[in-house]
């Protein structure tokens, strides 16, 4: 009797999630993929989409293979979207900060010198914190008191972190400004 208990237990294909892993890993892949057309983001898709099969895995396992396809597809599609969705109010975040600065003079002078994806790298480059401020100001426009019950501070504080995080990027598009100045200037003398 214990021979035969054993012997099912090697036959079953899901016995451990990594053979699960394998067995569709290529085709949440290729599910990622269809959304977000870019590679690197579908391997995000796939890590996090096995992330939360792992937490349901004792469940997953005992669907039917027609039924474990449909979750992982579903999960899959979900996190590609909200991948996408990020992308998107990251491009978002950049126009909307540069549209509420009120240095526009200093922003138009930018609009020649610096590339789109050069500005998302320079807004990237703040700190987690300043970060986090801006999203919920100009992207979602919470106010300075919602700020401050989120983040357990005083409106006052959140509005102080705010300007604080806004002079921080100016800072960072006057270093880029200054350093396509000198580059300039030395390409002119050559």
Not at 133 to 155: D, P
């Amino acid at each position: 009797m214990l021979g035969k208990h054993k012997s099912a237990k090697n036959n079953n294909p899901l016995k451990s999630f990594e053979a699960f892993y394998y067995q569709y890993r290529r085709l949440v892949f290729k599910t990622a993929l269809s959304i977000l057309h870019n590679y690197s983001d579908a391997e995000d898709a796939v890590d996090m989409t096995f992330i939360k099969a792992y937490k349901a895995f004792s469940k997953i396992k005992k669907l039917s293979e027609e039924k474990r396809i449909g979750f992982l597809i579903i999960v899959a599609k979900n996190t590609a979207i909200n991948i996408y969705n990020k992308n998107i109010s990251d491009a978002k975040l950049v126009d909307k900060i540069l549209e509420d600065t009120p240095e526009e003079e200093l922003i138009a002078d930018f609009n020649d010198d610096i590339k789109y994806g050069e500005l998302k790298d320079i807004i990237k480059k703040l700190p987690e914190s300043s970060l986090e401020i801006l999203y919920m100001r100009c992207l979602y426009g919470c106010t300075f008191r919602e700020i401050g019950s989120v983040l357990n501070i005083s409106a006052s504080g959140a509005k102080k972190r705010f300007m604080s995080a806004r002079e921080e990027l100016r800072k960072l598009l006057e270093e880029v400004e200054d350093e396509a100045e000198s580059k300039s200037k030395d390409d002119a003398k050559v």
